[in-house]
């Protein structure tokens, strides 16, 4: 069974993903909400959260762990990894992809300030990002607009752009998306950032990484209901809030 947590209901984007791989597996998934944002939370506090959230998980029969969440990989995964016994499967800017492939020698990364600050983030960027200029800028309020249901409009818009074109005003032909909230924006993101701007999500990548752990690990087993591939609302999942469900049913309901 597949756990999977995230401050609130970003971490769905990463869900996803996941179950276009492994329909047929059984999920968890736990929204922090009553503790979101975590982006501006200190480390102490997301590694607390980290901890009893990981407990719940295990609790409800899950033998492999997903934090869904940059700031909280960033901040918590080490610890984790040292604690407890089952894989955990972190999410990590991928800079390295979108330094591989720009053009203009420019990347931006928009991720929240946890992220952003996080020694795990900087060690990623000053191995890979050699050569190449990384414009950094936290997504000031999207967060904020995935949890409140605002996907789209001009107040989305408007959000979005002021962290958005600094990283374009730079000449960046690739945006790194560093925190998973950031994807239910994707439809606004591109359309402010043009034809010529690469939008990388990093969730396919960590839902191959997580296929390619539970199959070293034996731990695919197909147990859920059978279900029509990749679709994630006939998947076997259960979901779980900390805070109010609204938000986390507003954005399953758009998968
Ligand atoms: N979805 C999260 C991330 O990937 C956390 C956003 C937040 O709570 O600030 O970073």
Known sequence: ?????????????????????????????????????????????????????????????????????????AAAIA??????????????????????????????????????????????RDRYADGV?????????????????VLDGPEAEAVVGRSLRPLLDAGADMVVLGCTHYPFLLPVIRRLAGPGVTVIDPAPAAARHLLNVMKDRGLVRRDGQPTKIGDPKAADIRLFSSGPRAALERIFSIL
């Open 1 to 73: 069974m597949i756990g999977i947590f995230d401050s609130g209901a970003g971490g769905l984007s990463v869900y996803r993903e996941i179950v276009r791989l492994l329909p047929g597996e059984k999920y968890v998934y736990y929204s922090d909400n009553a503790h979101c944002p975590y982006g501006e939370k200190t480390r102490d506090y997301i590694i607390d959260r980290a901890r009893k959230i990981t407990d719940f998980l295990l609790g409800e029969g899950c033998d492999v762990i997903v934090v869904a969440c940059n700031t909280a990989t």
């Open 79 to 124: 610890t984790l990894r040292a604690e407890y016994d089952v894989p955990f499967i972190g999410m990590e800017p991928a800079v390295k992809q979108a330094a591989l492939h720009t053009r203009s020698g420019v990347v931006g990364v928009l991720a929240t300030a946890g992220t952003l600050k996080a020694d795990k983030y900087h060690d990623t």
């Open 133 to 149: 200029e990384v414009v950094e800028r936290i997504g000031e309020g999207f967060v904020e607009l995935v949890e409140a249901g």
